[in-house]
């Protein structure tokens, strides 16, 4: 097989690719939520508790669990990954640039490369592995 053809038969999986990053990314957030939440899969530093319900991080939390949800199973992504792209900006600005100017310094390096990776799936869209794409393919039936 020459090397174009290799190139082609890749590159033809660029939108299952797509549901692949989306639901790896929106796994991985929804954790950022249910710890905040639930104290699941650990809690919150410093003492392991949660987060108050009605404060800036119980939102935060709320947003992060059942947004991600909603991202991996590919519902409504277009509006909600915008949506979760702008609460993680908010997050960078707001709670970890005060800690310094570098990422790796302050600890915002998750909420920097989520806000990119939504914003980038909210003009993507969801992929063919998606309720997404089920709910368009009935739609067009």
């Given at each position: 097989m020459d090397v174009s053809r290799a190139v082609e038969r890749w590159a033809a999986w660029a939108p299952r690719l797509l549901s692949v990053l989306r639901i790896v990314a929106a796994f991985l957030f929804i954790q950022a939520g249910t710890m905040k939440l639930f104290a699941f899969p650990v809690g919150m530093p410093p003492d392991g508790g949660t987060a108050e319900l009605f404060s800036q991080v119980g939102l935060g939390g709320?947003?992060?669990a059942f947004g991600g949800a909603l991202l991996l199973v590919g519902l409504f992504t277009?509006?909600?990954a915008f949506l979760l792209s702008g609460t993680m900006a908010v997050a960078y600005f707001q709670f970890h640039a005060p800690g310094g100017f570098w990422p790796v310094v302050n600890g915002g390096?998750?909420?920097i490369l989520f806000c990119f990776v939504w914003l980038y799936v909210s003009a993507a869209g969801a992929g063919p592995w998606s309720l997404d794409a089920v709910r368009a393919r009935t739609r067009g039936a």
């Open positions: 709320v947003l992060e277009r509006p909600v390096s998750p909420a």
